[in-house]
């Protein structure tokens, strides 16, 4: 199994970028297909990003394409997002994922397998 740290979040301003780290320790990244998940109070955990095993192979929610960019580096066994023209609608707790499962595009939370604990991003002047 794999164990996921996020970290990179914080405060910023409407605008503004920042680049979260999902960092995995234990069974190599390379064998999961990740996503990042975000969770706004009150709201459902909603899909933001996903990558394939390989990195050759991305798919983004709408209200993020153009902004988001995720990607990974499997030496280093990291996957990234980053996040430009921050709007106050993309503030939450963002969490990473990793599904062992590797014949799907994996955009549900049910779908995946491991989870971080999660990192803050507020976005508001």
């Known amino acids: 199994q794999v164990q996921l740290v996020e970290s990179g979040g914080g405060l910023v301003q409407p605008g503004g970028s920042l680049r979260l780290t999902c960092a995995a320790s234990g069974r190599t990244i390379r064998s999961y297909f990740t996503g990042w998940f975000r969770q706004a109070p009150g709201k459902e955990r909603e899909f933001v990003a996903a990558i394939s095993e390989s990195g050759q192979n991305i798919w983004y929610r709408d209200t993020v394409k153009g902004r988001f960019t995720i990607s990974r580096d499997n030496a280093k066994k990291v996957v990234y997002l980053q996040m430009n023209s921050l709007k106050p609608e993309d503030t939450a707790v963002y969490y990473c994922?990793?599904?062992?499962?590797?014949?799907?595009?994996?955009?549900?939370?049910?779908?995946?397998?491991?989870w971080g604990q999660g990192t803050q991003v507020t976005v508001s002047s």
């Open positions: 994922a990793a599904d062992e499962d590797l014949n799907r595009v994996a955009t549900r939370t049910t779908d995946y397998d491991y």
